[in-house]
């Protein structure tokens, strides 16, 4: 191999596994920031991050992907990266315009998109996919099918609303240290009307998984506290698309993307973007 080549593969590889904490120490001014990585194989991505966090959370994926070629946009959702109280009153027709806009300006350069999702993002890239029938392919994180204790928490949320305004953020002691990158850059409190809204969202989806027939990656962690058991495996069931993979990963939480350094997701991931025709 040409020493050209070797550093692009080094390059590549340091991305997969180096340390996200310590990428952090150097990145902390761009945790509230959206990203845009430009590649050169006429090929795009658009990665949406969960809520209350940011467009940091993909970002090392969107940039290990640009190192593969692709165009890569990690654009911010309304009411985040801010203060919590900026998710009062959005709604999530609000963040699927954030995503009709950026994937719109993506594919102006790129003539053909991608959509990579993680949690609440992979809800709204489901419903992204299907208003842009065009999208070539779909990667769907920690996607919920169904929140866990789900009519319980809307029926609570629905009580408290006029009482409590804002909660603070839970972490399970399986969650792991409190430098999880994760947990750093998203709110530590949430409102309850946002998080009605994002229930609203997960109903509004369910109803949706047998239109999208798009190739889709599901990727899930044995983990996940957040979303019903099962929930990969209901999806993968529902979607009408020919081209279907899943894969459950270990030790990670719920969403893992920003923290993870095993299980070969990175690569997974562009294998299977390469493989879509």
């Known amino acids: 191999m040409t020493p050209k080549i070797v550093k692009f593969i080094n390059k590549a590889k340091n991305i997969i596994f180096a ?20 590649g050169n194989n006429g090929k795009g991505v658009l990665l949406v991050h969960g809520w209350t966090s940011t467009a940091y959370e993909v970002r090392r994926l969107g940039k290990y992907l640009s190192e593969e070629g692709f165009t890569v946009s990690g654009p911010m959702l309304r009411g985040h990266g801010t203060q919590p109280e900026d998710l009062e009153n959005v709604t999530y027709q609000d963040w699927l315009a954030d995503l ?21 993002g992979a809800s709204l890239a489901i419903l992204l996919a299907l208003q842009r029938p065009q999208t070539k392919g779909l990667v769907l994180m920690a996607t919920p099918y169904k929140i866990k204790l789900e009519s319980i928490l809307e029926m609570w949320g629905k009580l408290i609303l006029p009482f409590k305004k804002y909660n603070k953020k839970f972490y399970p002691p399986t969650f792991g240290a409190t430098t999880t990158i994760t947990r750093v850059i998203a709110y530590q409190k949430y409102s309850t009307r946002s998080a009605l809204e994002v229930l609203k969202l997960v109903k509004a989806v369910r109803e949706k998984f047998a239109e999208i027939k798009q190739p889709c990656f599901l990727i899930q962690s044995k983990q996940d506290h957040v ?31 920003s923290d993870i350094k095993n299980e070969h997701v990175f690569t997974d991931i562009l294998e299977f973007l390469k493989e879509i025709k």
């Open 100 to 120: 009709l806009k950026a994937y719109d300006e993506l594919q102006k350069e790129c003539g053909e998109v991608y959509i990579g999702g993680t949690s609440i």
């Open 19 to 38: 340390d996200p904490e310590l990428i952090f120490k150097d990145e902390k001014d761009l945790v509230n920031q959206p990203f845009y990585f430009q």
């Open 227 to 257: 979303v019903s058991h099962g929930s990969m495996d209901k999806i993968y069931e529902k979607i009408s698309s020919d081209i279907k993979k899943k894969k459950y990963i270990n030790r990670a939480y719920h969403t893992f993307i």
